[in-house]
């Protein structure tokens, strides 16, 4: 991931040209996600299959997950706690109403029918802070047992927050990254789903993800993996769809300013891989190399 700031002037997107031929890593978490992107309220609304396979030899008997924007949600998250601590040097250290953030599950139902949503409660297995809401954790009706999977219909509604750390919009850009409900990692018989910590990076599992993004048509837009299809709607939206392959996160940014540059293909240790630039105008003649020009 990139860090953001106020004044972003690069994204730059490594996309595979085509599906991965090896996959490299067990594909235990999945996801189908199809958002809606509301530019001018700064939401999502979203709705996200999880594909959950239990690659470990310990039966699982809830499900975590992880919900990063909540970090934002108020000021006294853990996030916030440690920014303050830190002098705030990732982040502002006092939110106001309009810079908060938000990821809220309206329902999670497994399938076949139960509907967990009353089962969910926020934990904080880091440092008990009873204000954090970046950790939510599911009993299962059923447990998951070794080799086994299990399949998440998760209903979520997030709000951007105003750029922190890692995500969120300033003026008319916009960059997604953690935005939706993210499973922790099942590891030696106990979940791995820390906190949203100021100092600390994402850990998580490796999978297939299939996105549906729907976005403004004047929105120029970049995300990860390969893009599959790029439809207008008749409401003056346009639906793109990507396909991502052993990725253990979907990232993407939209501004309706972006230069857009396809920088050639390169031959990566996996196989082709196309580079292509997005600029802000401003920045793009003091930035772009021509691929011709590299070594």
């Known amino acids: 991931m990139i860090r953001v700031g106020a004044a972003v002037a690069l994204f730059l997107l490594t996309l595979t040209s085509a599906y991965a031929q090896e996959r490299t890593s067990p594909g235990n ?43 934002w949600r108020n000021n006294q998250s853990t996030f916030m706690k440690e920014a303050r601590l830190a002098g705030g040097w990732s982040t502002v250290t006092e ?47 059923k447990a998951v047992a070794p080799g086994s999977f299990v399949q998440f219909k998760i209903a979520f509604q997030t709000r951007l927050p105003e750029t922190q750390a890692r995500s969120g919009w300033k003026r008319d850009f916009t960059l997604g990254g953690q935005w939706f409900p993210k499973v922790g990692v099942w590891w030696n018989g106990a979940w791995n789903c820390h906190q949203y910590h100021a100092t600390t990076e994402f850990f998580a599992d490796f999978g297939v993800y299939d996105v549906k993004l729907t976005v403004p048509q004047y929105e120029v837009i ?74």
């Open 95 to 141: 939110l106001e109403n309009d810079q908060l953030a938000k990821i809220d599950v309206s329902s999670i139902k497994v399938r076949g029918g139960s509907d967990l949503t009353d089962a969910m409660r926020f934990i904080a297995p880091d440092d008990g802070n009873k204000d954090d809401k970046t950790v939510v954790d599911v009993h299962l009706p």
């Open 222 to 295: 970049g995300a990860s993996g390969v893009e599959v299809s790029n439809v207008n709607n008749p409401d003056s939206t346009k639906t793109v769809t990507y396909h991502g392959d052993d990725i253990h996160d979907f990232a993407w940014t939209v501004s309706p300013r972006y230069k857009v540059q396809d920088d050639g293909v390169f031959q990566g240790q996996m196989g082709p891989v196309k580079m292509r630039i997005l600029m802000q105008p401003a920045n793009f003649p003091a930035c772009f190399i021509p691929a011709s020009q590299t070594k």
């Open 29 to 71: 978490a999945n996801y189908t996600i199809d958002v809606r992107l509301d530019a001018r309220a700064r939401t999502l609304t979203g709705r996200e299959t999880l594909v959950w396979t239990n690659i470990t030899t310990a039966t699982a008997r809830e499900l975590q997950l992880h919900l990063y924007y909540n970090a």
